[in-house]
């Protein structure tokens, strides 16, 4: 084993920040550390670089306590592209990159022809040669990473560690300089432990990974045991879910935002939607504290499967058939339940235009209802005008038409403050009406 | 620009910086040369170098001294050469201890007193002065041998308030320093209203200058200041890295702590000595590094002896100008000029004219 952490355990202050972390590596392994902030991943990355020593534990590269070594015998091997790049003196690039030479010479020698040859040779992989006599404050963000990597690089290390490494670069960038180091790790066995906060660019180059929670490890493995919905609903707590990406066919994670609020806040709405129209908005919703429900809708369509995601009640009809008469009563129950209706700009066919008639019902249950009209009507209309008229008369019934989501949401928004200000101004009233209290402990005295 | 030639071009930056630097000890020996001419009695320049060479082992048999006047070579041994050589050591050692502490501080700030060097200083000096300057110590004048030792005790005192267990923090040795220096000043501000008739002194101590040098003060500074900048070499690339943040330099294999202490002390050192002979001269250890940094770029390597032997030079003008000036308004005062006034007064006004011409490649 190449490295070896055991059983580290630090501390800042009395404040544990590792708890018993332990992993090994060797030769070729790309290990990605995930884990949210203050998980204490930068702290494993800086115990393994000697500036935070453990409480407890040992960490041992190449069989010897890391702790033991000379500086530059650990420079020697191990390598870090730290987050702060930032650099005080106006140094040109190839300067910088010749000071990853350093471990490698003596105090008092000059770079010699064979560090020179090394520079170019990582500079020419970082892409950077021809910057090498520009200052390095006159270069952009991504020029400085590049810089800073080919430094790292020069150190000829056998294991990199990257806190971070692509915070200041473009997608380009972090996809090139991602594919150098995999690269690297692939031909020159190049060990590579690298902090990742985008799932899906560790999952593409991982080939195993490390979940820390509140300093410990929560889950270690490879990419698909370890980045599970599970997992990071336990550690994020953040829903998301897992697929396999189409095209890298690594394993790919579409997180989704955070719950904002509880529902039961404000009222409930139902939706009637379908063919993916009413996906985006169920989120919405439920970020700004609705409840929701959504019907109906056709198992197997988007809508469907999002609603199912966000735990939505839903009344649903069989994959590909037209609306029952008994779905559509069901629908109905349901939409009695609902203080608003919001039908989406859902294209209607044979198969859904009793959706329509539930919306039509639902104004004359006098329930407020909202049509969102993203699309004419006449561009969704497969059923040779029945859905145009029925529209039509939805509006002549009193439906509020919006042009999209936004209009929707504060006019929502309106709605419910206006309930809630009838409802404070009806308990104002009660109050005068109750009959006053006397004071019990007041008796007149004579 | 071909890239090509970037190789060779950094390769051989080892000749381009010798020969920086043999220009530079050039126009030194020019200028100590020529200041040795300067003065009240002109002595011409063959002269200068007949009396010199006369003094250099092996060399004075050839040299025939006939011609020379036994009073211009007391002028020129006794009252100019001393007074100009410590004018070189005291600049080369104002302005190396500027590049140490800069470079280890990574603050473009810091000077050769950051570390409440020249208000330990000014208080032993002060309180020196109160008893009585006059008495002799050793060989070596009270008043210099107090400001060294206050200048030390300062700078041991800001590093142990500084140190957080085993770690020094530059940002907290940066302002311990600060708090300590403003504690000092308010000492010697004390000292001063006690002072009474011996203020005058005081003052112009503070003010910086080194007219009444004699060889005994140099020969006790010149081991501190020859050693302290020479073991200083050894630590020029480490001063690069640390200028890298001191995470990156410990990535790249210094030994940051053991480093930036031996860097420090040895500052404070060179520093201490220099100002035991001439009080409080500003500007040169802030901005010669700088000034250095202008015209040759941030290598350590190369700056700290380029600044080195830049300080020499500029405190040895100074210090002319400063004779010059003592001439020109004797009728006025029969005071020296101190040289910490004439760095100042023409030092600050020359950097912001290269700041200014060259402000775009130093912008950060």
Redesign the interface.
């Known amino acids: 084993m190449l490295l070896n952490v055991d059983g580290v355990e630090c501390r800042y202050g009395s404040v544990k920040v590792l708890d018993d972390v332990s992993l090994s590596v060797k030769g070729g392994d790309f290990v990605g550390i995930l884990g949210p902030n203050g998980s204490g991943k930068t702290t494993l990355l800086k115990s393994i670089s000697r500036i935070l020593k453990p409480h407890k534990g040992t960490i041992l590269l190449n069989e010897a306590d890391i702790y033991s070594l000379k500086s530059t015998d650990v420079a020697k091997q191990l390598a870090v592209v730290p987050q702060d790049t930032s650099i005080g003196f106006n140094f040109a690039a190839l300067d910088i990159v010749l000071m990853g030479r350093n471990p490698h010479m003596k105090r008092f020698q000059m770079e010699s022809e064979k560090d020179m040859a090394v520079a170019r040779k990582v500079m020419n992989l970082t892409n950077i040669w021809h910057l090498a006599e520009r200052p390095i404050n006159e270069l952009s963000g991504g020029e400085k990473q590049r810089v800073i990597i080919a430094r790292a690089l020069a150190q000829e290390p056998k294991i990199l560690l990257l806190d971070e490494p692509l915070t200041h670069l473009d997608i380009v960038n972090q996809l090139e300089i991602m594919d150098l180091v995999k690269d690297l790790c692939v031909k020159e066995k190049l060990v590579v432990l690298a902090v990742f906060h985008d799932f899906n660019l560790a999952a593409r180059y991982c080939n195993s990974a490390v979940m820390l929670k509140k300093g410990k490890i929560f889950s270690a493995g490879s990419l698909t045991e370890v980045l599970t919905s599970e997992n990071i609903k336990s550690v994020f707590n953040v829903d998301a879910i897992v697929t396999k990406h189409l095209v890298t066919n690594s394993v790919f994670v579409i997180p989704l935002s955070p719950q904002k609020s509880s529902p039961s806040k404000k009222c409930s709405i139902h939706l009637i939607c379908g063919a993916g129209t009413g996906t985006a908005l169920m989120k919405v919703l439920l970020d700004e504290g609705y409840s929701v429900t959504a019907g109906v809708l056709n198992v197997l369509d988007t809508d469907f499967e999002t609603a199912q995601f966000l735990k939505i009640p839903v009344t649903t009809e069989a994959p590909f058939s037209p609306i029952t008469v008994k779905t559509h009563k069901a629908n109905l129950a349901m939409i009695s339940e609902a203080s608003t209706v919001v039908l989406t700009s859902v294209p209607f066919g044979g198969g859904n235009l009793q959706n329509l008639e539930a919306a039509l019902a639902a104004v004359k249950m006098g329930i407020p209802t909202f049509v969102i009209e993203e699309v004419p009507i006449e561009r969704r209309d497969f059923t040779g005008g029945k859905a145009k008229a029925l529209l039509a008369e939805l509006k002549s019934k009193g439906a509020e038409f919006v042009k999209d989501k936004n209009e929707l949401l504060s006019l929502l928004n309106v709605s419910v403050e206006k309930l809630k200000i009838a409802k404070k101004e009806r308990d104002r009233i009660l109050d005068h009406l109750k009959p006053e209290e006397v004071p019990k402990k007041t008796k007149i005295r004579w | ?1 071909s ?1 090509d030639n ?2 060779s ?3 051989q ?2 000749s381009r910086w010798k020969l920086i630097i043999l220009l530079l000890v050039l126009a030194l020996i020019i200028t100590v040369i020529i200041s040795l001419g300067l003065g009240s009695t002109s002595v011409p320049v063959q002269d200068i170098l007949t009396i010199i060479g006369k003094r250099i082992p092996f060399l004075d048999s050839f040299i025939d001294s006939s011609s020379v006047s036994a009073a211009s070579e007391a002028i020129i041994l006794e009252a100019r050469l001393p007074r100009i050589i410590a004018g070189v050591l005291i600049g080369a050692a104002l302005a190396a201890a500027g590049v140490l502490y800069q470079g280890v501080f ?1 603050n473009p700030m810091a000077d050769s007193y950051v570390l409440g060097v020249s208000a330990g200083a000014a208080v032993g000096a002060s309180a020196s002065i109160l008893v009585g300057a006059g008495f002799v110590f050793f060989e070596f004048r009270l008043i210099q041998v107090a400001a060294f030792i206050g200048a030390l005790s300062a700078m041991f005192l800001v590093y142990n308030l500084a140190r957080v267990g085993s770690r020094v923090p530059v940002t907290t040795l940066l302002l311990c320093g600060i708090a300590v220096n403003f504690f000092l000043f308010a000492v010697v501000g004390v000292l001063e209203i006690i002072a009474a008739n011996k203020l005058h002194d005081i003052v112009f101590w503070l003010m910086g200058g080194y007219s009444n040098v004699y060889w005994q003060d140099i020969w006790a500074i010149l081991p501190f200041i020859v050693i302290g900048i020479v073991v200083a070499f ?1 630590y020029v ?1 480490d001063l ?2 640390l ?3 001191e ?2 330099a ?6 940051v702590e053991r480093s930036k202490q031996i860097l420090l002390v040895l500052a404070s050192l060179i520093t201490a000595a220099a100002v035991s002979v001439c009080g409080l001269i500003g500007f040169v250890g802030l901005m010669i590094p700088h000034l250095t ?1 202008l015209l040759i ?3 350590h ?1 190369i700056l700290l002896p380029t600044s080195t032997i830049i300080g020499a030079i500029f405190l040895v003008l100074c210090d002319d100008l400063a004779r010059v000036l003592s001439t020109l308004f004797s009728a006025m005062s029969t005071r020296d000029w101190p040289v910490g006034i004439i760095t100042m007064l023409f030092g600050a006004p020359f950097f912001v004219f290269l700041l200014k011409k060259k402000k775009q ?4």
């Open positions: 620009m890239t970037v190789e071009t950094f390769l930056r080892t990574k050894f690339r690069n890295l200028a890298m943040g995470e990156t410990h990535h790249l294999g210094v030994n940094r770029g941030p290598d390597r490649s130093y912008a950060a």
